[in-house]
């Protein structure tokens, strides 16, 4: 996949004018729109070639960033021979030839800076083929992925390898973007003030793709310029980024999770329909907001659990579109509803507990006594049936005779469970006194 600025070389085939993409291409690191943050003071890429040691980096980060981009401007500043693959069309047979032609460059005193496109896409064997030559100095590798290089490359690449990420643009700048065209053509773009903005927001952060729509207008033929309105009929819009198997999808669902255990009905419900703009499974999010009531509501809200199921069982029944309105519905629901963990930490606690004492017996008064044996051994023996103490509260310990008694739910004073925490403190205060006396 080509990257920001990558296309032909000007003065393409036939005498016809190179891309727009081509002709903005930056010619120098100062001339490199965003990503000042590794290029500004202070940056690790400035620091990096100012200390005149480039090592092996893996950029991370969005289509349309300027990843390819930075890769070239690496290889003019050093004087290296740079040198572009695909792990998407390139095999072992691609890569041996290029480390061949690498071993002979260096032997003339010339170095090679090997510039891998999605290199997340070659598996860990071809990965792993990249080493000896990094570690000879036969290559600088500099790959770039828009997965999370984690969990996408192996542990001895990225030992070997600086990451660093590339951030999406911002309007600004977009903005300074197509005034760098306007300036390189001429003339301004045929639109209207909210027209450009629109335009700009359309590019969503990818400055390949704001590239590609402003060529777009560029050619139009108009006498006036092109209002807000009418964009739509001239230009398609983007699909949203989402992978529903990749990080972005795992992102997208953290978003969705905080923002409902924040309280922010808004922001739940934008995270909530981002997903589904991505082509998200509406029974996935079905599962998540169940699973949510039951996590981050819990015994403060009861019925968040049975909202949520009930919206589950609505969609079911209509389907998409329609019963993704009850799933909304269940998003504002439990975004609103008072939070608590409480029962998630008592859980989490007595799941610790009961590994750490798994052998202990319950205490001999708890047990039946089925057999004349187990009533000679003391099974049941003392037992206080509650219904018939005071208050219908024995007292009795239930834990193993030999642990110390374990307090695992604390409820909160929050929704439903300021009614829990009163029975709490009630039954711990009657559990006192009957220990006293």
């Known amino acids: 996949m080509a990257d920001l600025f990558d296309s032909v070389e000007p003065g393409a085939a036939g005498g016809k004018p190179a891309p727009l993409a081509d002709r903005l291409r930056p010619a120098t690191f100062s001339e490199v729109i965003g990503q000042q943050h590794l290029l500004g003071e202070d940056g690790a890429l400035r620091v990096m070639l100012e200390s005149s040691n480039l090592s092996s980096i893996i950029f991370w980060g969005p289509p349309g960033v300027g990843k390819t981009t930075l890769a070239k401007l690496l290889a003019d500043e050093t004087e290296m021979e740079f040198v572009q693959i695909s792990a998407i069309f390139s095999g072992v047979a691609d890569l041996k030839k290029v480390f ?22 070659f598996n860990k064997a071809q990965q792993d083929g990249f080493l000896p030559h990094m570690e ?33 643009l911002t309007l600004i700048d977009l903005e300074l973007m197509a005034q760098r065209a306007e300036r390189l053509l001429d003339r301004p773009l045929p639109l209207v003030a909210d027209a450009r903005e629109a335009v700009l927001e359309m590019a969503d952060g990818d400055g390949r793709a704001l590239i590609n729509i402003l060529e777009q207008c560029f050619a139009w033929n108009v006498t006036s310029k092109v209002k807000r309105e009418d964009l739509e009929k001239r230009l398609s819009r983007r699909a949203p980024k989402y992978d529903k198997s990749g990080e972005e999808h795992y992102n997208l669902i953290s ?31 079905a599962r998540r907001l169940t699973r949510l009531a039951v996590e981050d509501i819990g015994l403060a809200d ?24 009850a799933l909304a519905q269940a998003v504002i629901y439990i975004a ?19 590994k750490t004492t798994g052998s202990e017996p319950p205490p001999k008064v708890i047990r039946n006594a089925p057999t004349k044996l187990m009533k000679d051994e003391g099974y049941g023996a003392g037992y206080q049936y509650d219904h018939d103490a005071k208050d219908g509260f024995s007292g009795q310990n239930y834990f193993p005779d030999d642990m110390k008694r374990g307090v695992y739910y604390i409820p909160v004073d929050r929704g439903f469970e300021r ?17 006293k006396s």
């Not at 905080?258 to 309280?263: D, I, L, N």
């Not at 008072?338 to 610790?352: D, I, L």
């Open 100 to 121: 061949e032609a690498a071993k002979l460059r260096r032997q003339t005193g010339r170095g090679t800076l090997l510039f891998v496109d999605e290199i997340h896409r």
């Open 336 to 354: 609103l509803a008072p939070k608590s963990n409480s029962a998630y930490v008592a859980y989490k606690a007595a799941r610790n507990a009961a």
């Open 419 to 435: 009614e829990l925490k009163k029975r709490t403190e009630y039954f711990a205060k009657l559990r006192k006194n009957i220990t």
């Open 302 to 325: 009861p019925q968040a659990q049975n909202v949520c199921l009930q919206a589950w069982e609505t969609y079911e029944r209509l389907g998409s579109p329609e019963g993704e309105l």
């Open 136 to 168: 000879d100095g036969t290559i600088v590798l500099v790959g770039a992925t828009t997965e999370n290089p984690s969990f996408e490359l192996n542990a001895a690449v990225m030992s070997r390898s600086q990451v660093m990420v590339l951030e999406r």
């Open 255 to 285: 978003a969705l999770h905080k923002s409902v255990r924040g309280s922010d009905p808004d922001a739940s419900m934008y995270w909530f329909c981002r997903m589904l703009e991505g082509g998200e499974d509406p029974r996935f999010l």
